[in-house]
């Protein structure tokens, strides 16, 4: 394993955000809204990415904890009137509290039955919602008032429809996310997570509780996609039971294998490479899904590994 | 941190340092092909620029394509007419794929790439709410052809207008009076689970109700569903309607367990033509349906009746007596909804010539002048019918066909009024500010 001296690491993170910073005053104004949205889906991809990529549990109901933060953050102002603040850390807690739940239950498999077991209850998740439609407004949703969307400091307030806020706000999100997985990477408990990852009854004789390390994974990935999609509800002002749908379980997993499984970058580059090729091709046909299987065929081919995992492999051993 | 045994190997393909530096050139280039400054700002000569939020895959797929050849009709009608303001008119399509996520976006890339003057055209009542915060946020005219209730709710935003189409609400409540004086006063419902069922569930009542007859039951089916038998047995005996609205590739599996459950003794049957647009009315299985009614929002077969407005707009638009298209007597169209673009764009014409509109930077003229509007006459610019317009709610209200499945067509045998279809405003989007 190469190993990036902690600095060489930080330095290439500080170094996107950075970038992403500055992409800010010079993309053209649709690209710039574009971006804004994609880091905030980067940031559900990294958090599938946590529990894939490190520790290497398949899950295909990942949009459950999205819906979640969604919901959780949506319902909280439509329904509760709360403000946005109390409203994002009300939609964390609920993808954090279901995660707990279904890493209890979901974790007592592996494998394919724990992709076909958090399928399960995604599908469960995602037919509450229009069960109870009275309040979630089933298949059509509900929109977030563009009022309620405004952070208020004071006699100073923040209106997060406004492009530049809304930009800001999703690269301090995904900054703090990228960071913090950065930092969980390196850690000795990430080591752990790799570990069960390669060998979970290696790890199990050396002594660590591979139960516990796992639903920890489970509830910071499941938070942390609470995150993301409590943002989503609060930037993009719209709350629907299609984000909660086995699509936008499969996505991020295309995210995450795009960009590169167990890289800290990968996701983002994923999610950016897969939105960039639909927007380009949706404008020239409409089989532009043909296209983008032709091109995730390709990827698979000639970067198995993923965008940034095939580069760690053969050129920077050292990224993290 | 590279993993050792290969778990994110998907091939074991090798990759040479020239393949990989060309799949990378390649991906930039893909990344930059949209032209950044392809788009310039209309200015006075410049055509009218008209965004279309298209179903072009998706479950919508099916409207989209013929709501696209409608819109094509209306501008080549329109432009041959002179424009829009001396100005012609260009339509600059989106394929949303029927998805709320992405229809959000494609509204933000008509309003900031494309910067075009209105965005028109959105059917799917998920993509129309979940579109309408981003037209707001960017002060983007949005002309929906949705039928949904949701505009009218008036808890969208003041951007969002359906003058073309009436809603769902208004439709429902215009059938009552004829249900109910000819159908029969004992009526059962069946309804997908989900939000266009909840329409019907929640708005019938009441409707029939006024009329002195009544819901019995109501029966939901999980959209999940691909057998029906098993829920025939829990309409009551003594119906005397069955009132349906189910939509999708099941209907046909439904309405032949239907005839299979009743054989030749059955209620009356009366259904929304939404459960069977694009699909022919003899494809096999439907042949239960013979003798029952529909609304419909404009006729799919020509009538005798039919006005010179009518035949001129089926006539451009392509769709022959039958309401398929001209040529291709299988490729049926949506009649009872795609008309609504036609209209929509008349009225955007018309509200455009109102405000004086020149560009972008009018478009809170736009928005007012199109509040201002309160009725349209039938003729060529309005084939279905009369509509008035009430500007707070930003939706039209118009006439409903009830149309009689009679050898395998379908014939018009009665039309509401305006006044059948009319309820209190919910809200008022005038207050809002642009």
Not at chain 1, 31 to 60: D, T
Not at chain 1, 250 to 262: D, K, T
Not at chain 2, 85 to 100: A, L, M, Y
Not at chain 2, 352 to 361: I, L
Request: proline letters at 5%; one cysteine or more.
């Amino acid at each position: 394993m190469n190993e990036a001296s902690p600095a060489r690491a930080y330095a290439l993170h500080l170094g996107v955000i950075a970038l992403l910073f500055a992409l800010s005053f010079v993309l053209p104004e649709y690209y710039h809204g574009l971006l804004a949205r994609i880091m905030v889906l980067a940031v559900f991809a990294m958090g599938y990415n946590m529990l894939f990529g490190y520790v290497g549990l398949l899950s295909l109901g990942h949009a459950m904890f999205f819906g979640a933060g969604l919901y959780g953050a949506g319902l909280a102002i439509i329904q509760l009137g709360w403000g946005v603040p109390l409203a994002f850390l009300g939609g964390v807690a609920c993808g954090a509290l279901l995660a707990l739940v279904i890493g209890l239950l979901a974790l007592r498999t592996t494998g394919v039955a724990f992709m076909i077991v958090t399928m399960m209850f995604a599908q469960v998740f995602y037919l509450l919602i229009l069960y109870f439609a009275a309040w979630t407004g089933g298949d059509q949703g509900q929109v977030v008032p563009q009022p309620a969307r405004v952070l208020n400091f004071g006699a100073t307030s923040l209106d997060l429809t406004n492009p530049t806020v809304r930009y800001m706000t999703a690269l301090v999100l995904f900054s703090l996310v990228l960071l913090v997985m950065l930092a969980i990477v390196r850690s000795r408990y990430g080591r752990v997570l790799v570990a069960i990852r390669e060998n979970e009854e290696r790890t199990k004789m050396l002594g660590y509780d591979t139960f516990s390390n796992k639903l920890m994974a489970v509830v910071v990935s499941g938070t942390i996609c609470a995150a993301s999609g409590a943002a989503y509800a609060l930037l993009f002002g719209y709350v629907g039971s299609s984000f909660a749908s086995v699509q936008y379980s499969i996505l991020p997993l295309l995210w995450v294998l795009l960009g590169g499984a167990a890289t800290t970058l990968g996701p983002l580059i994923g999610t950016v490479f897969m939105y960039y090729v639909i927007d380009v091709t949706s404008g020239y046909t409409s089989a532009y899904l043909l296209i983008v299987g032709i091109a995730l065929i390709l990827l698979v081919l000639f970067f198995p590994k993923g965008i940034l995992g095939s580069i760690r492999q053969r050129w920077l051993g050292w990224l993290p | 941190m590279a993993d050792k045994n290969g778990f994110f190997d998907l091939s074991k393909t090798t990759l040479t340092r020239r393949t990989a530096l060309k799949g990378l050139a390649a991906g930039a280039g893909l990344a930059v092909a949209p032209g950044f400054v392809r788009y310039s700002q209309a200015q006075s000569s410049a055509p009218i620029k008209i965004g279309f939020q298209s179903h072009r895959t998706g479950i919508g797929a099916a409207y989209g394509r013929w709501y696209e050849k409608t819109t094509a009709a209306a501008v080549k009608a329109i432009n041959a007419a002179g424009g829009i303001n001396g100005r012609q008119v260009e339509v600059i399509i989106e394929d949303d794929g029927t998805d709320p996520g992405r229809g959000a976006e494609v509204v933000g890339k008509f309003a900031t790439q494309h910067k075009t003057d209105i965005v028109f055209g959105t059917l799917f009542s998920h993509v129309v709410i979940g579109s309408a915060p981003a037209a707001g946020e960017n002060k983007m005219p949005y002309f929906v052809v949705s039928e949904g209730h949701h505009v009218a709710s008036t808890k969208l935003n003041r951007y969002v207008f359906q003058p073309g189409i009436t809603d769902v609400k208004s439709q429902i409540q215009s059938m009552a009076p004829w249900i109910a004086a000819n159908a029969g006063k004992k009526v059962t419902q069946i309804f997908p689970d989900f939000a266009f069922g909840y329409d019907h569930r929640d708005y019938l009542p009441p409707a029939l109700k006024a009329q002195g007859a009544e819901v019995i039951a109501q029966i939901a089916i999980p959209p999940t569903e691909s057998s029906f038998t098993k829920y025939f047995p829990q309409i009551p005996p003594e119906t005397e309607v069955i009132y349906h609205v189910m939509v999708g590739p099941a209907v046909l599996t439904f309405v032949k367990e239907l005839g299979e459950f009743y054989g030749s003794n059955r209620p009356q049957l009366f259904g929304f033509m939404d459960s069977l647009e694009a699909t022919d009315i003899n494809s096999p299985g439907l042949e239960f349906l013979d003798g029952s009614h529909f609304w419909e929002g404009s006729p799919r077969y020509a009538q005798a009746d039919d006005s010179a407005a009518q035949k001129a707009y089926r006539a451009a638009v392509g769709i022959d007596d039958n309401g398929a298209a001209v040529g291709d007597p299988k490729d049926v169209s949506t009649a009872s909804h795609m008309f609504g673009c036609w209209e929509t764009l008349y009225v955007v014409k018309k509200a455009m010539e109102d405000a004086g509109y020149k560009g972008p930077e009018d478009r809170a003229k736009l928005v007012e002048a199109t509040e201002a509007l309160t009725a349209f006459a039938e003729g060529p610019e309005h084939p279905q019918g009369p509509k008035t317009f009430n500007g707070k709610i930003h939706q039209c209200f118009g006439i409903q066909n009830i149309s009689k499945v009679e050898g395998g067509k379908l014939k018009v045998v009665h039309k509401t009024k305006i006044e059948d279809g009319l309820y209190e405003a919910e809200g008022d989007y005038t207050k809002q500010a642009l």
